[in-house]
């Protein structure tokens, strides 16, 4: 087959007609657990500051070293598009004075990121997400609160067997140390790791437990643990946060090597995924932590923060094997049918008068035949059909049809919209 000239960018795909109602779906959900749980929208640019992400997520990971869109503009500054959400909120937060409002500050997003990464099933250069975050409170609660919203919004969205996996990456009292450890183990054991993982020996180890590499995966299986060299403020929140999924029977898998990709977490990490072998292709379905040290590194004033993000792509290949239930809006109970050019002009005129007074019309303006008109007003159950003919279009009248009965009326046409509407109410 031919390949036509021009396609979508290479992992960037088109979210189609049909595909518009999980998208739909999952919107409608998330803005429900943001009003429950009191979370507030948000929304930045698509472009920022490219320095924005190379301090906030850090200069040593895939994201910043290998996938982000960056350009010069004309005036010679650096922007790229947004890899992830949770920089720029920080920024918004920082810029807009936002911790002089009553903290916390409980955030929500949904929309497009982007990241040149190497195209496979589940992972795309443009890509969906929504995320939560909350900002100004450092208490255990909150890490549970956000994994909570995501848990309980995969769960309504039908997904069965979900896995969070927890781990704590301490702070910064007790993380330089635990590097030391690991840098230590690695290094003796350096020839069996890949090249790339012979730099993050060098630049950061805790980057080698993150490596997809199977010889270094054998390597990591074996490493020190973070949970064992927590300091004690970072000890007493993870036992916290523990107990409090304990509470809530929220299921939970410690896992000991979980490092997540962006250098700014502090303390709890976690990423969802499902349990199943699609599951288990498409990878993380929510990934997030805590960034206490987040707002400090962009330059504000020392706040915690936590919060995840959720791609929505993968949920919505998961999505396709469950049998979910969408809420569709009803068909139109009036349809207006046409011949003849003044007819449709006469028609343009009726549909703005039906949408003024919100009254949903069906129409098929670009079709002529009559026959064809009316066997569609039939086919979505319309109750009535409004014909402008060629005569009543001259004549200044609109016949109404009664599609149950059959039965059909001439009413002049300033006061068709009137009758349908007491119509309507019988
Ligand atoms: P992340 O783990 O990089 O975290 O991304 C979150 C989720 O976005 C992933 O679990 C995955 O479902 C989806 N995702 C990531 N990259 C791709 C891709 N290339 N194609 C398709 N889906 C993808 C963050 O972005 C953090 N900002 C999350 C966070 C919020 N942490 C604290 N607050």
Same mark, same amino acid.
């Given at each position: 087959?031919?390949?036509?000239?021009?396609?979508?960018?290479?992992?960037?795909?088109?979210?189609?007609?049909?595909?518009?109602?999980?998208?739909?779906?999952?919107?409608?959900?998330?803005?429900?657990?943001?009003?429950?749980?009191?979370?507030?929208?948000?929304? @930045?640019?698509?472009?920022?500051?490219?320095?924005?992400?190379?301090?906030?997520?850090?200069?040593?990971?895939?994201?910043?070293?290998?996938?982000? +869109?960056?350009?010069?503009?004309?005036?010679?500054?650096?922007?790229?598009? /947004?890899?992830?959400? @949770?920089?720029?909120?920080?920024?918004?937060?920082?810029?807009? #004075?936002?911790?002089?409002?009553?903290?916390?500050?409980?955030?929500?997003?949904?929309?497009?990121?982007?990241?040149?990464? /190497?195209?496979?099933?589940?992972?795309?250069?443009?890509?969906?997400?929504?995320?939560?975050?909350?900002? #100004?409170?450092?208490?255990?609660?909150?890490?549970?609160?956000?994994?909570?919203?995501?848990?309980?919004?995969?769960?309504?969205?039908?997904?069965?067997? !979900?896995?969070?996996?927890?781990?704590?990456?301490?702070?910064?009292?007790? /993380?330089?140390?635990?590097?030391?450890? !690991?840098?230590?183990?690695?290094?003796?054991?350096?020839?069996?790791?890949?090249?790339?993982?012979?730099?993050?020996?060098?630049?950061?180890?805790?980057?080698?437990?993150?490596?997809?590499?199977?010889?270094?995966?054998?390597?990591?299986?074996?490493?020190?643990?973070?949970?064992?060299?927590?300091?004690?403020?970072?000890?007493?929140?993870? $036992?916290?946060?523990?107990?409090?999924?304990?509470?809530?029977?929220?299921?939970?898998?410690?896992?000991?090597?979980?490092?997540?990709?962006?250098?700014?977490?502090?303390? @709890?990490?976690?990423?969802?995924?499902?349990?199943?072998?699609?599951? =288990?292709?498409?990878?993380?379905?929510?990934?997030?932590?805590?960034?206490?040290?987040?707002?400090?590194?962009?330059?504000?004033?020392?706040?915690?923060?936590?919060?995840?993000?959720?791609?929505?792509?993968?949920?919505?290949?998961?999505? =396709?094997?469950?049998?979910?239930?969408?809420?569709?809006?009803?068909?139109?109970?009036? +349809?207006?049918?046409?011949?003849?050019?003044? %007819?449709?002009?006469?028609?343009?005129? !009726?549909?703005?008068?039906?949408?003024?007074?919100?009254?949903?019309?069906?129409?098929?303006?670009?079709?002529?035949?009559? *026959?064809?008109?009316?066997?569609?007003?039939?086919?979505?159950? %319309? *109750?009535?059909?409004?014909?402008?003919?060629?005569?009543?279009?001259?004549?200044?009248?609109?016949?109404?049809?009664?599609?149950? @009965?059959? /039965?059909?009326?001439?009413?002049?046409?300033?006061?068709?919209?009137?009758?349908? $509407?007491?119509? !309507?109410?019988?």
């Amino acid at each position: 087959m031919k390949k036509n000239k021009f396609q979508s960018p290479t992992g960037m795909h088109d979210i189609l007609p049909e595909d518009q109602k999980y998208f739909r779906k999952i919107y409608e959900l998330c803005e429900e657990m943001a009003n429950f749980y009191e979370f507030e929208r948000i929304e @930045t640019p698509i472009l920022e500051d490219t320095e924005l992400f190379s301090r906030g997520v850090g200069i040593g990971t895939d994201i910043v070293e290998k996938q982000m +869109f960056t350009f010069k503009t004309r005036g010679g500054d650096y922007l790229t598009l /947004r890899p992830e959400g @949770t920089a720029p909120i920080v920024r918004a937060y920082i810029e807009h #004075g936002m911790q002089n409002l009553p903290q916390p500050l409980k955030l929500w997003y949904f929309g497009p990121y982007f990241r040149a990464e /190497r195209p496979q099933f589940g992972r795309y250069r443009q890509f969906w997400q929504f995320g939560f975050e909350t900002i #100004g409170e450092e208490g255990p609660v909150i890490d549970v609160q956000i994994i909570q919203v995501f848990y309980n919004l995969l769960k309504e969205l039908k997904f069965k067997n !979900l896995v969070v996996a927890l781990n704590s990456i301490g702070c910064s009292q007790c /993380r330089p140390y635990f590097k030391k450890i !690991l840098a230590s183990y690695f290094r003796n054991r350096e020839s069996s790791l890949c090249a790339d993982c012979g730099r993050r020996l060098r630049e950061n180890p805790l980057r080698i437990l993150d490596c997809k590499e199977e010889k270094c995966q054998m390597v990591v299986s074996q490493a020190p643990q973070m949970l064992d060299h927590l300091c004690e403020s970072c000890h007493r929140h993870f $036992k916290e946060v523990l107990e409090f999924f304990d509470d809530l029977s929220l299921p939970y898998a410690l896992s000991p090597y979980l490092v997540r990709g962006l250098d700014y977490y502090t303390k @709890t990490v976690f990423e969802i995924s499902e349990d199943s072998e699609e599951g =288990k292709k498409v990878g993380a379905l929510t990934g997030g932590g805590r960034y206490d040290n987040l707002a400090r590194i962009l330059g504000g004033k020392p706040t915690p923060g936590c919060g995840g993000a959720s791609g929505i792509e993968r949920i919505l290949i998961l999505m =396709k094997g469950k049998k979910l239930r969408f809420s569709q809006s009803p068909f139109p109970k009036i +349809f207006l049918a046409q011949l003849g050019d003044l %007819a449709k002009r006469k028609s343009l005129i !009726l549909v703005e008068e039906f949408r003024k007074i919100r009254i949903p019309v069906s129409e098929s303006l670009g079709r002529d035949s009559l *026959k064809a008109q009316l066997n569609r007003a039939n086919r979505i159950g %319309a *109750k009535f059909a409004l014909i402008l003919g060629q005569k009543e279009a001259l004549e200044g009248s609109v016949i109404i049809k009664d599609m149950e @009965t059959g /039965r059909q009326d001439l009413v002049k046409f300033e006061k068709a919209v009137e009758e349908m $509407k007491k119509r !309507l109410k019988k």
